[in-house]
């Protein structure tokens, strides 16, 4: 296994050229077209400790695509992943932060089924093969464009059809359906959405508040953020005691939500209170 060197970053980098994450995922979803995975899973890696240099995702499937004798097919992607370059799913530590990090992933040839499967997907594309990420609930899948067939990146890229598809969300979910929307493909932003939403979760549940905030900070920054994680990354904030912030949050919700319009007003008027 080889390892990686890399140039750590401090908080108080006074390069210019390094720009916050949230800045860079806004920057990155403001242009078209619609950024490759590759390039999210880039500011995402942004967290990790120690930081990384902006770059080194996309620059590390590049080598890995390089070392390809050919892919011709979705079976010759699949095999070249997971038999050839040996990724398979972390079993033994699935929620260590490092399996949400490509760059980690990369390195360790571990990961949980969203970073196999951009490994997978990232590296196709290079090779001019299309696989997309299908959100199945709790546990992403591969899909062709065609909709008919998936694969489990979990398990070595399986395939897995949707009989089976619907037997693995009534074992997860005994009382759910399956339903098209669970086999959709996502976009960009909700791979993003998902990748910083386990991180924040892994972060929450060992109370480390502030890794949890910088992980909300990137979703929040999403054109498409949902009101309910801006709502959960003001009150972290808030707890911080960083009110400057939350407060901006909170008068933004006042536009994003304006059925509770009143209450981030509140919000807004206590939050400035404490900046006084």
């Known amino acids: 296994m080889f390892r990686l060197s890399f140039l750590a ?6 390069r210019p050229d390094v720009e916050p994450l949230p800045d860079r995922i806004r920057s990155l979803f403001a242009g078209t077209p619609t950024p490759t995975l590759d390039l999210v899973a880039d500011v995402i890696a942004g967290l990790a400790t120690p930081a990384v240099e902006p770059g080194l995702v996309p620059t590390l499937l590049d080598d890995l695509a390089s070392t390809a004798p050919s892919i011709d097919s979705v079976a010759d992607l699949l095999r070249f992943v997971f038999s050839d370059l040996g990724f398979r799913g972390n079993r033994q530590d699935y929620y260590d932060p490092g399996n949400s990090y490509l760059h980690q992933v990369i390195e360790r040839r571990l990961g949980i089924p969203i970073t196999l499967s951009l490994v997978a997907i990232e590296i196709g594309r290079r090779w001019g093969q299309h696989l997309e990420p299908i959100g199945f609930p709790g546990h ?9 067939l998936f694969y489990d990146t979990f398990e070595g890229g399986r395939p897995v059809g949707r009989a089976e598809c619907g037997e693995l969300l009534h074992r997860q979910f005994p009382d759910a359906i ?15 959405l998902r990748m910083v939403g386990n991180l924040k979760q892994i972060h929450l549940a060992a109370g480390d508040i502030s890794a949890t905030i910088r992980a909300a900070e990137i979703g929040a920054a ?5 009101v309910a994680l801006v709502l959960e990354l003001a009150k972290l904030l808030s707890v911080a005691g960083r009110f400057d912030h ?5 008068a933004r919700l006042v536009q994003l939500d304006p059925g509770h319009a009143a209450q981030h007003q509140q919000a807004l008027t206590r939050l400035r209170a404490h900046q006084n």
């Not at 970053?9 to 006074?14: K, V």
């Not at 399956?178 to 993003?192: I, R």
């Not at 939350?246 to 909170?250: F, G, T």
């Open 9 to 14: 970053l401090s908080d108080e980098d006074p």
């Open 140 to 148: 992403l899948l591969l899909g062709q464009r065609d909709g008919r």
């Open 178 to 192: 399956l339903e098209d929307g669970h086999l959709a493909p996502m976009t960009a932003s909700e791979v993003a």
């Open 222 to 226: 999403l054109p498409d953020a949902p």
């Open 246 to 250: 939350a407060a901006a949050l909170h």
